[in-house]
């Protein structure tokens, strides 16, 4: 989760760094304005010219980064900065956003839930221009389907905004991504509630952990895309305009929002913590009690069974007829007497 | 108490995402100038055409959102954003207050005690602006009352003021509601600071956690609601007069002390589970001095009476006539130095 | 400690809480010029006009607030804005320093210590103007009694300057206060060090939590006090002049230092707690190596015992002449090596 | 590590204070511009004049300080000022940016993992001017060969930049340096997950110490670089362009990638910490219980055979047939009886 | 360590609280110019008249407050303003630097280490004019000493610059002797690693709670003389030269790197606490497996003694010749097993 894919130390600054397993890049393309829409893959790089066009928004969508050459193809045709490329392809970058003159790069780190519930997640760099967007995920799949869905229906302010807006729309389709999965966290939580109490193993305590580093991590996602979603709005180039700024604002207040969700299940997973460590103290108590209620009852009776079971030549006890009873009699008192301090002391309830 | 109700991820902004559970919007206007009150429930939206006439300061309080349509009408009838409008119904959002040119909207949590005393929350939206101001409120209820009577009885300011100062009067009523809430938890924190060291149980401990988990929600919301109050009274529009900011500056002060109240209940709680922890490692500890006083003093002296158990041939004692009772002496000694030995470790008080 | 009066939620901004056992006001005046000095309790209201006389300063001095129309009466008489005198009343304030035009409200929170060292507060509100001061003590008491014997006594700058030193001179001995008060506190801290090791009771925490909580009170009443000396000092009003920003410059550092000291003691009892747990976990530590040397070495000859007991027809060590004694000698050989065993392992030293 | 090599109290500013184990300098120039390359070792400090010579970009690489003189004649040959010359080779210093009228100081720490996988650490310092780099290190290696490779390999930006973008291209090879070091340790975090449970020794425990130790060292360190990376980024002299920003943008954010990644394995380590206590709890509960479960069982049972191993004289159960194998039996129910009691209190399993 | 020596409540700003063990004050002036240098111990308060000359640099030093008159008759002689005398003679002051128009006081910390190697500290306040510089401090000794030796030396910039350079010298000076305190904490923690293993003992917690007490003492004096020098460095009076500036932000950096030495000293202490409280749990458990292993061995091979110690009449085992030795065997079985089933569980292992 936290591994980073980078360079050799000392490379030249845009060295792209393509591990072996990354998939094969596919490319994407959607050109539109508010009447009419081009939906296609791309094969041919050439194919990209269209994206020039300014009388139409363009978003162009790259999933893997398996072809280094191709990489270098699309920096060149879109005058992509070499670190501007090199923070797409090496991830993971921290989310920011950074203004390269006529291009801004808004880099978002996308979560989901996958089929067994576990999170994963995965970067998303959006580069945003006046005409047109890229988009390059680390990965295949199509989360960002619900806002082709919304390209395609037509209805809406997307299809009449420029490509800025587009960028807005696809960044908070990814912060949206958060909610689900602090919620199965959430859920996750409410379960534990009840176990760290009753079944406090080590292995819990390792899972708590984990859910804790999980929290922190998405707690540090979401507050560096709060501070890049800032960066954006106080950004004075001509990309943002006031209209959109408002929309920012909302996606800005939806990071603080589940950024503040990430940090009180936080906060929530240590108190589970201190209650597991109640929990296993609590059962050392109960363990020592039984132990110290046995050991306390039977240790003095068994010496007092053993005082009568000794050898001596005058012993005159052995020989009163009522002796034996009289001793059982004193041992049903003396175990009487001590379950009486115990249960006075409130120990033969099981719960203390 | 975390959950959001939210449009599925990558829905267009402003998508209104309605419970099934929701109540049906009930509508309530009132319309006042210095001279006159009308006070009405609304049964047509077209009814609240008199909320634009300038002449009036109009209230509109909604009261439940569980009618998409009606939402809409409202949101078209009085211009509102579609975000605002998405932030008035998705509820939980963070208390924030936000600037949409000639309206601003201040989002707010409100607190109250059921019957049970238990906490419960609502979210209150105010709209405001210069002669009307709109609340939307999750469920129905009558907790913005005493504004309405202060309303009717028409004395004081608030007849004289415009609408701002009622967005003013009904938000400061709304802080007001933190104080029975945290004086609550402030009683149940004198109730439990006896029963951590007498009844430490591990269901306390959640009790303890529930209580610091509630804590730290009320002073984010305080926190956010504070921050929202300042954005309010700096904010220049014309909508703020150097009036209502001395008042305004009087609930900011509210919202911080209460905030501090929360944050030291929160640090007590804190050193309340401490004192918990301490108390389950002091009755380990007593049920320890239990178990080893009896161990120590019993297992020397059936060790003795083994002795004289053994059946060896040749064993002198068991003739002489004064060895039984020599034998019981030594036990006595034994024993007693056994608990001189406790008593002067001081094991023998109950409090150790 | 932090239980707050205040008027039922949604009342008017300036409503006065009173409660019942607020002792009823003692008015008291003092008017001076560097020539001269009126000292007089003030039975009539009307008396109080003399505090406008512009070419002497006025103190007028109010102890206790149990009287609801007095107060009105004196809110008219001095023009105090309604929330300036809410804040007079409904005590406890946060402390704060505020600006009403021409007038001038500083909340400050007194401490001391009554005769039984217990420390307790008070809040003052001092209100500033240019030609006299009000002071409004929730209780009756003589704290402010240094001022008026310096303003007596009439050496010294305080005679010849205006009303907003003596506001100064006011506030100075009011965190002047805190020193004692913290020291009485170091004391404490000091006793205990040797305490928490020696008698680690569950009371001593709770004793430990209470002061802990105290200090962070402090701390806090001190912080707050110190942003609002900060926001005197900041005021660009004619009432703070330049040399009475070096005297309240002086009265800022005192409150760092002060704060600076709680701090400190609040992480000294800390400290304390965690030596307190750790005595706890020592001393379950000492009283288990109790009950291991002895059941040690005791089970084992209790088992040897147990074997010549057994009654078996043909055991022929039963019959030989020495091995009563060899047993005896096999007892302390094995006695002799666990002791041996436990004091290679350390444990029959007392300390750890 | 944290040791500081420094002067007496109170010397001079500007005293060198090199220790006897310093390495004797090494010292090698490059100078180069877009066509060019010089590349050598210098013996005499005179050859230094060519780094004066302002067509092309010198670089000056001093290995180790153990010459006091030679380092006074490098201070006036380049007019380094006396705290400047101070702070190469009083190591340790912080991380920092200083401005020096037409020179500038970037002191960075770098870190490199040994032979043995263990980090060490070694200040580099360097002097940027227009013309020449200065760069002190103090000890002898070749760290910086991947520069120096770029620099021959005349390929990509740097050979057609000036000074101060050699000097970012050191700066950032050093920062690339931190994520071998990290990922080793992230590795060993991996590695003590599983031992924390099933090893806990205090050993253990101590290593995990060193290991947070070692984090918050690195997080200080990389915390201190991005505030100087910062310092040169808003640095107004001319030293910095515009294009140069870009790619300190990029430096400054490796320092903030890598500072939350350091942040991040130290509060794992913390988790890892606690994991640690609780693994220590669990095994003293199931030894407890170990001791509770024998003691529980065979405590009673053997105060049975104590009661008829009495000698009383009359004792009719002794003489009936069945008794014995009657008391074996009532001994297999006892002790039945107590397992199953166990075993519903789910003490037999292993976990927990 | 904390405590304050303060006038009484409410006493009159600038009044001088000297307690009774304060030494005599010992005046020593030294007057230079880069020429020459006069250097006497002054007996009569008059002699400092010469400070007033102008074209020489004048440091008159005072040792020791214990003098009322001498120290008011200073104050006269400089135009101190009252609230600076106090400052300098009510000691501790937290470390500041205050602007008093053409004078500036520099309040410091000095620390050093007394023969015992323990730390003790006194206040140091630097009056800083144009052409005089003052110091007051605490005690006798002669800490500034290495600064009267390079005057006397006249090397160096010193004797060329002007008082402010004097002031910096002796602050610098003083800011170094931070350096051995830390490092003697740093040897002790060093010596404390092992101990807190082998030794855990509660006065050696105690111990490091004092030590951690006396590294916040220290970071806060640093943080406020970092403050301090940055006050005097932003200061825009014509004392503070942009040359001097260079060598402030030398010692300010001095004190960044002491105070984060100080931090990191303090988390290594909460380290070293944490690792004995494992200690400790790590002994009670080693008690406990000693006590499990005996108990769990010997107590069922006594139950089987007590067996056959039994009278039963009918005990057919009695009576076979081979039930004796066949006794023992399952005796040795038994105690075998259980030694094989703690050894599995790694128990027989000394290490936890």
């Known amino acids: 989760m936290f591994r980073k894919r980078r360079p050799r130390i000392g490379a030249r600054p845009g060295t792209l760094s393509i591990p072996r397993q990354a998939p094969e890049p596919k490319i994407h393309m959607i050109t539109y304005d508010h009447q009419q829409l081009h939906d296609t893959p791309v094969e041919d790089v050439a194919e990209l010219e269209r994206a020039f ?17 191709l990489m270098h193809q699309l920096g060149d045709m879109f005058h992509l900065h070499p670190l501007l490329l090199e923070d797409l392809v090496n991830v993971p970058q921290r989310p920011k956003a950074e203004d390269y ?14 089929d067994d519930g576990e999170p994963n997640s995965e970067q998303v760099s959006i580069v945003l221009t006046e005409h047109y967007v890229l988009t390059f995920q680390e990965k295949h799949g199509d989360i ?45 939580i ?42 954006l709005m106080r950004d004075d180039s001509e990309l943002i305009t006031d209209e959109l700024r408002v929309f920012l604002r909302d996606t800005y ?33 109960e363990v020592m009690k039984v132990l110290t209620i046995m050991a306390s009852i039977f240790i003095p009776l068994t010496f007092l069974a ?9 012993m005159p006890e052995l020989h009163v007829r009522w002796a ?17 301090y115990f249960w006075r002391k409130g120990w033969l309830g099981g719960d203390g």
Chains 1, 2, 3, 4, 5 share one sequence.
């Open 101 to 114: 003159d006529d291009q801004m790069l808004l880099v978002v780190r996308m979560v989901s839930l996958d």
């Open 324 to 340: 034996y009873p009289a001793v059982w009699c004193a041992m049903f008192a003396t175990a009487g007497a001590m379950l009486g």
């Open 253 to 285: 207040s939806h990071c603080v929002q589940t950024a503040e969700v990430a940090e009180m299940y936080r906060e929530m997973t240590t108190g589970l913590m201190n209650t597991y460590m109640s929990a296993v103290a609590n059962r050392t108590n």
């Open 53 to 69: 066009d300014t009388s139409t928004v363009a978003w162009v969508d790259v999933q893997g980064f398996g072809d280094r050459s």
């Open 144 to 188: 960002l389907d619900p806002v082709r869905k919304r390209l395609r229906g037509g209805k809406g302010l997307i299809r009449h905004q420029r490509a800025p807006y587009l960028a807005y729309a696809i960044a908070d389709t990814i912060i949206d991504g958060y909610y689900p999965v602090l919620e199965a966290i959430g859920e996750e």
């Open 190 to 231: 409410d379960d534990l509630d009840e176990v760290v109490i009753t079944q406090p193993t080590p292995d819990l305590l390792r899972r708590l952990n984990d859910m804790k580093n999980r929290l922190v991590m998405l707690r540090r996602w979401l507050w560096a895309q709060r501070e890049a979603i800032n960066t």
């Open 306 to 314: 053993g005082i009568y079971g000794m050898n001596f030549e005058y």
